[in-house]
């Protein structure tokens, strides 16, 4: 097992790759009653095509979400039962890029860690139960369809991603998911959750040669790599957005716009993401944090109130912000974001700022340690990106004046923005 410190923050992560490559990082927090513990497959929404024997295999859109619907169900029970009955709350998410399942709980870690690893990595499909899960799934997709931020969000992606799949709901359609059948999702989850394609985080009040034990002798063996089965890189876009704007009607009072940056590849396909990352977190927070003169412009004018908020993300294969507020001026703060981000060249960054903001930065990371959840999910987040949760604290403190200087060409170009514009039922 390798020990690696961090010596700035106090923390120490035990790591080992099992004989199946199953990755497994362990975190013992003092202090803490409670152990948090993540289980993820690098299967989301985007997904490169599947061959075998160079003949194309169609992947249904969704079918990442749909199997993790159904790894919960087990010979025709729910194994959140099993988890509850071991006082233990289990959840799971699917996202672009991943699927996690997690549990949280202060006893009976090792029954809990067992049961984790049999459902997820033994499944139990059965044609009766795929065909059930079609139809709560469809309940579920139509019940995201009447939520106005997800319709704007997903609205937004389309508009910007000619054929990227990032493009594509993360449930699927109606349609997709009736192709699902049991073959399918044997199929698939003998390709993504094979251990080699994993990493399981534990965090909290654990022993770690304890938990280790119980993670090894309740593994499974690897599955076997079927060499005739080839998974496509997923190719970045440029930054040219595909559709510039849209207009969407739906129940709401008060309409809410949204404007979208595509980021160009050097933004994102770079060899350390996360400095790019803390640098775009730190140009947003300059230009629109609670104390900036563009913030409290906008708050006496009417244009935004406390939904005004940004989604920074950056992947392997594409990168984004969006900005927008419920407001009754969509227009007007359309008009203003979009100006903002036009003529940034000519932002001066006052140095008194960018060192503040960069203190906040690096404090809300130290802070934010104090939870179990963010440090598991973050850490995964950066583990499927090459990079440590933990390296942060150095990434940022090397950030100058000139990162966030350099890197504003990017946001200056109008083909990469698009936006959308939800407005009330006429």
Known sequence: MKKINYPKLNETVYYEQLDN??????????????????????????????????????????????????LFDQDGSDVSLKFALNHAQVNAFTQHNRTTYLFSCTDHLDKNISTLLDFVLNPTFTKEGIEKEKG???QEIKMYEDNADTVAYMGLLKNMYAS???????????????????????????????????????????EVEKVMQTIKSNITAGKETDLNIKVTEVIAENYIVGKKSSVVEKDIIMPSPLLGIKLPKEIYQVKNIMKNELIVSILMDLLFGKSSNYYKEFLSKGYINDTFGMDITLDETYGYVMIGSDTYYPDELLKELVNIFKTLDHFTIELDAFKRTKKQVIGGFIHALNSLEYIAHQFTNYHYLNTSLFNVLDVASEITIEDIKNIIPCFTEEESYSTIKLEPKK
Do not use: C, W
């Open 21 to 70: 490559g199953l990755s497994v990082y362990l975190l013992p927090k003092n202090g803490f009653n409670r152990t948090y513990v993540t289980l993820s497959a690098k299967l989301g929404s985007v997904v490169g095509d599947l061959y075998k024997n160079d003949q194309k295999i169609e992947v249904p859109q969704g079918i990442a979400h749909f199997l993790e619907h159904k």
């Open 136 to 138: 709560i799934i469809t």
């Open 164 to 206: 990227h799949p990032v493009r594509e709901d993360i449930l699927g359609s109606v349609d997709s998911i009736s192709t699902i059948d049991k073959e399918t999702l044997d199929f698939i989850h003998s390709v993504f959750y094979n251990p080699e394609n994993m990493v399981l985080f534990a965090t909290g009040n654990l």
